[in-house]
């Protein structure tokens, strides 16, 4: 699982599977998905809603664990890891960037964005936090809130937060959901803007047709299954 046409492969998976019980039985969201992402690479995973988008990406960033299958991040199979292991793993590989920011109320916006590499036991968590903040246009707004920021500063806060470590691979989930068109096409340029310097892979999960054409690579989920 180290090299893909020549390039190294930082996320895959073979035959992964999640099935949930309901009333009606077992109800499969995820069904089969074989999927190899290179470093450095975009990809846009697309599909109606319930087309089991958020699972996959869960599965991949190793928040959930499948029925079948297994996936790959960074050469580690994520099924042989415990819930500690896989956090751990995320901690030092991974950043987020969620349609409902996941910010913590009672922070600002410099320790939302510190906190990340405080747990990973960096002493420079505050310096950091306060440059790309700043990169991210905030840097009059490093001691607010997220309840004194509008949607646009608060996802601007969570994309320094999953930047700031300079992670391995990005997953975005709807990262301009919850945005107006104008907010959200910025939002956009900042996300690519930042990863193309950092050169991290990017997984992004959307709806908007003109978001995903802007990635190198665009999967399609049907009902679980890759179209």
Sequence with gaps: ???????????????????????????????????EVRRGES???????????????????????????????????????????RAELRARRVGFVFQSFHLVPSLTAVENVMLPLELAGDRGAREAAGAVLDRVGLARRLHHYPRQLSGGERQRVAIARAFVGQPLILFADEPTGNLDAVTGKRIADLLFSLNAEQGATLILVTHDQSLASRCDRVVRLDEGRVA
């Design 1 to 35: 699982m180290s090299e893909v046409n020549g390039r190294d492969t930082v996320l895959a998976s073979r035959g992964l599977t999640k099935e949930v019980s309901s009333p009606e039985g077992p109800l499969t969201i995820v069904s089969g998905v074989d999927l």
């Design 43 to 85: 990809v846009a995973v697309v599909g109606e809603s319930g087309a089991g988008k958020s699972t996959l990406l869960a599965l991949l960033a190793g928040l959930d664990l499948p029925s079948a299958g297994e996936a790959w991040l960074d050469g580690i199979d994520l099924t042989t890891l415990d819930e500690d292991g």
